[in-house]
């Protein structure tokens, strides 16, 4: 409704699924396409690499509960050319559909720390993955974590002091642009970065 009132936009298509949002995207070929991450059976990040593929020159906007940085960086990396939070007003949806379907990255989020947000907007690529700038010993401690081990359980583990292992941990957080030890391990489930018996060198 909201897009149908604008003189300029029409609302040509809509889709329940990424399955169907696919062969509509193949048929209609819009120029803009509004897509939530949360899709039943596939996720919406997860739809972008085919629905690009179904449709080559349609620009790709993301809707998302999710407001932080290491979301944004995915639907970037897979290459969404915009990413609005839910929360958004309607004036701020429409400004963003009319600045993708004209070219332009358009990021209404706040996101955790300003220098995640400058490197994910600059001219440089974004990363595949909110993982891939970590260092060997960071994804050592993320995956610790991920698997459910206490500070000191890691520490023993990496053969590090409770503190080291606590400063990884806050630099985890800045890095990955999450305010939690569940946003944490949220990644790390999201990149495969789980422990398992054995896995950790030290």
Sequence with gaps: MLVDYQADMEVVSEAASAIEA?????????????LDIGLPGCSGLDAIAPLRQASPKSRILILSTHDDQAYLR?????????????????????????????GRSYVNVTLAGGQALRN???????????????????????????????????????????KTVE?????????LGV?????????ALECGIVARAGDVEK
Excluded: C, F, W
């Design 22 to 34: 696919v062969r509509q995207a193949r048929e209609v070929q819009p120029d803009v396409m509004v």
């Design 120 to 162: 994910v907007l600059d001219n440089r690529r974004p990363p595949t993955s909110p993982v891939e700038s970590l260092s060997k010993r960071e994804k050592q401690v993320l995956a610790l974590i991920a698997a459910g081990q206490t500070n000191q359980a890691a520490a023993d583990g990496l053969a590090l002091s409770v």
């Design 167 to 175: 400063t990884y941990r806050r630099r985890l957080m800045e890095k």
């Design 74 to 102: 995915l639907a970037l990396a897979a290459g969404a050319a915009g990413y609005v939070a839910k929360q958004a007003t309607a004036d701020e949806l429409t400004q963003a559909i009319r600045t993708v379907a004209a």
């Design 179 to 187: 305010g939690s030890r569940a946003g944490l391990v949220r990644i």
